[in-house]
Structure formats: C-alpha cells, structure tokens
T-cell receptor
Framework: GQQVMQIPQYQHVQEGEDFTTYCNSSTTLSNIQWYKQRPGGHPVFLIQLVKSGEVKKQKRLTFQFGEAKKNSSLHITATQTTDVGTYFCAGAWGKFYFGSGTKLNVKP | DAGVIQSPRHEVTEMGQEVTLRCKPISGHNSLFWYRQTMMRGLELLIYFNNNVPIDDSGMPEDRFSAKMPNASFSTLKIQPSEPRDSAVYFC??????????FGQGTRLTVV
C-alpha cells in the first residue's frame, strides 16, 4: 500500500540554526501537504504542494516538491523556539497518509 | 465555524468496557477521517468517509473497532470491548475534496 517515509525522526538544533526534514513516497503523489503539531496539540495544516518541482515559501519556511512528485522537503531558516513541534508530511491518494513526523527541538 | 469538534476530550475506562468517541466535522466538508496517534506507531489512518459513506476501513485494527457516519454532521468511533493497548489519542479530521485536513482537538483515551 501507499507509504510515506520521513527523516529524520528527531532533530535538536540551537536557536538560529537551520532545519530540514525530508519526505519520500513509494509511489507518485497527487499532492503533498505539510502539517505542524505543537506538543499536546493537534496537527495544523501548513501548506499543500501540487505541481512537479514546486517551491513555496512562508516567511522562514521553504517547501519543495520533487520533480517526480515522490519526495518533498521542508526547510526552516534560522529556527526560533516557536518552531518547536513535530512536522508531518501527508501524501494524498484520496485520503491522507501521514509520514512518521520529525520532532524538532530548539534550544534557546 | 467552530472547527472540528470532538468529545470527550479525555476518557478513562476499564478494560472490557465500551467506548464511544464523537466527532462533528466542519459544515460543508465532504470527507471525514479518524486517526489514532501513539508514540510507537505515529498517526495511523483508521477509516475514511466520503459523503457519509465509508470508503476505506483497512486501517481499523480489528473487529472491536467500528465507525459510523449517520449524517454529514456527526460521526462516531466505537471500541467494544476496549483493551489497554487501545490507549492513544484519537483524532477526527474533515476536509473538502482532498484539500487541507482540519483536525479536532483529539480524545485522549486511557484504558486501564
């Protein structure tokens, strides 16, 4: 069945450092979405990528969708303590299959 | 809109008891999802409804789990009988035509 793999599982950074999480699918995706879950909270939608090679930015966050629509990445520039949480990618095949998530910890 | 509403927020029950989790999706959304989240297994898709019809329940762990969506504004996830390994946070989410999923606050279930 469809699978979405995400690495790394954990990332600890010093405030101000950059952070990247990667998402890979075993099959071609119609679109990919990214979510953030704060500790104790629920996943909150960040963005959706649809086109091959698409790049989108939200302030310090940059999202990329691979040319083959099988992988994606989220890059955060100059992390802040407010970035703490778990970042999930979700592959869409009519329903949403979530990756295992990358838990980001930012040390002040 | 108040968003996706789940109840209860917390549930503690004894092994063997029946547990019913409830969800009110966002008005106008045509897809509803039930997820289970644990440290070990992450976010697992249990079942997916489209226009109140169950489309895919392949993620439902076993026959003890059942889900219904009698109308567009209400869904339930039932566990009978409950077991300690069912302890998890259960999320309901809704969306409109495969666009972003809106999650409820979740129900934290503890089976003792």
């Amino acid at each position: 069945g469809q699978q979405v793999m995400q690495i790394p599982q954990y990332q600890h950074v010093q405030e101000g450092e950059d952070f990247t999480t990667y998402c890979n699918s075993s099959t071609t995706l119609s679109n990919i979405q990214w979510y953030k879950q704060r500790p104790g909270g629920h996943p909150v939608f960040l963005i959706q990528l649809v086109k091959s090679g698409e790049v989108k930015k939200q302030k310090r966050l940059t999202f990329q969708f691979g040319e083959a629509k099988k992988n994606s990445s989220l890059h955060i520039t100059a992390t802040q303590t407010t970035d703490v949480g778990t970042y999930f990618c979700a592959g869409a095949w009519g329903k949403f299959y979530f990756g295992s998530g990358t838990k980001l910890n930012v040390k002040p | 809109d108040a968003g996706v509403i789940q109840s209860p927020r917390h549930e503690v029950t004894e092994m063997g008891q029946e547990v019913t989790l409830r969800c009110k999706p966002i008005s106008g959304h045509n897809s509803l999802f039930w997820y289970r989240q644990t440290m070990m297994r992450g976010l697992e898709l249990l079942i997916y409804f489209n226009n109140n019809v169950p489309i895919d329940d392949s993620g439902m762990p076993e026959d003890r789990f059942s889900a219904k969506m009698p109308n567009a504004s209400f869904s339930t996830l039932k566990i009978q009988p409950s077991e300690p390994r069912d302890s998890a946070v259960y999320f309901c989410a809704s969306s409109l035509w495969n666009t972003e999923a809106f999650f409820g606050q979740g129900t934290r279930l503890t089976v003792v």
